[in-house]
């Protein structure tokens, strides 16, 4: 078993897979709104700062070199944790990535709407709390 960090590798099925580095600036709320990706796993394993990230009910907050596991099927979301904001690396399905880069360039809720559908995808039904895990 390969570990990264102090978390060790997830050794699900994941056969065909994109890597995102993304560069988070602190922002006081979620960086996406909670949703489902009904056909893919998605997996947020951070280089700097922190990250929270909620699946299904439970946050569970992510420092360098830790990572985190969002099953298909499962309601999440995530966001920063301090004020120098996180790299992550991102690890998802083809058809999530075609998700991310479509939801960044539509232009309206009736595109966003019909880009979820598309992909597989849905917000999910009940918002979850934005507090810090332990508050």
């Known amino acids: 078993m390969v570990a990264l960090g102090r978390v060790p590798w997830y050794q699900g099925g994941m056969a ?35 990250l929270r990230v909620l699946i ?16 298909a099927g499962t309601a999440h979301t995530f966001a920063t944790a301090g004020p120098s904001g996180a790299d992550v ?5 083809p058809e999530i990535d075609a998700l991310v880069t479509a939801l960044h360039t539509a232009t309206t809720d009736a595109e966003r709407a019909a880009q979820w559908a598309a992909h597989h995808a849905h917000l999910a039904e009940d918002r ?8």
């Open 89 to 93: 690396l991102a690890v998802m399905t």
């Open 56 to 71: 299904g009910d439970t946050w569970v907050e992510l420092g360098p070199g830790d990572h985190a596991t969002v099953p």
């Open 128 to 135: 979850p709390s934005t507090r810090e895990p332990g508050e």
């Open 16 to 50: 065909d897979f994109v890597i995102r580095r993304w560069e988070l600036a602190h922002y006081d709320g979620l960086q996406a709104p909670p949703h489902v990706h009904e056909r893919g796993d998605e997996a947020f394993c951070v280089v700097r700062g922190r």
